[in-house]
């Protein structure tokens, strides 16, 4: 089972970035997916996560400008970041609490993708 995820970059402070992150392999469902994120010289911490229904959950320093999402159907998560800024900065991960068709459940990391916002 391997998370793969797209769509960071560069972007001016002010703009948006839409990251996605799909899951692949074999499995049997996929639980919580959620959005971390590790600044250069910090610890990874959470952004937002969501369950299998669509609720969601927010670090205070992203909510009303970042929105997570899922497409259960895809396997796919995305984190639309609006009103970027400096400190947003970071190599956001995606992360799945995947159940396989042994039944154990695992927890899956993506590779990790940059997003950097100038001032």
């Known amino acids: 089972v391997q998370l793969q995820a797209s769509g960071g970059g560069l972007v001016q402070a002010g703009g948006s970035v839409r990251l996605a992150c799909t899951a692949s392999g074999t499995f049997f469902n996929i639980y919580n997916m959620a959005w971390y994120r590790q600044a250069p010289g910090k610890q990874r911490e959470l952004v937002a996560s969501i369950d299998p229904i669509g609720s969601a959950n927010y670090a205070a320093t992203v909510e009303g400008r970042f929105t997570i999402s899922r497409e259960n159907a895809k396997n796919t998560v995305y984190l639309q970041m609006n009103s970027l800024k400096p400190e947003d900065t970071a190599v956001y991960y995606c992360?799945?609490?995947?159940?396989?068709?042994?039944?154990?459940?695992?927890?899956?990391w993506g590779q990790g993708t940059e997003v950097t916002v100038s001032s």
């Open positions: 992360n799945a609490d995947i159940r396989l068709q042994s039944g154990y459940r695992r927890n899956v």
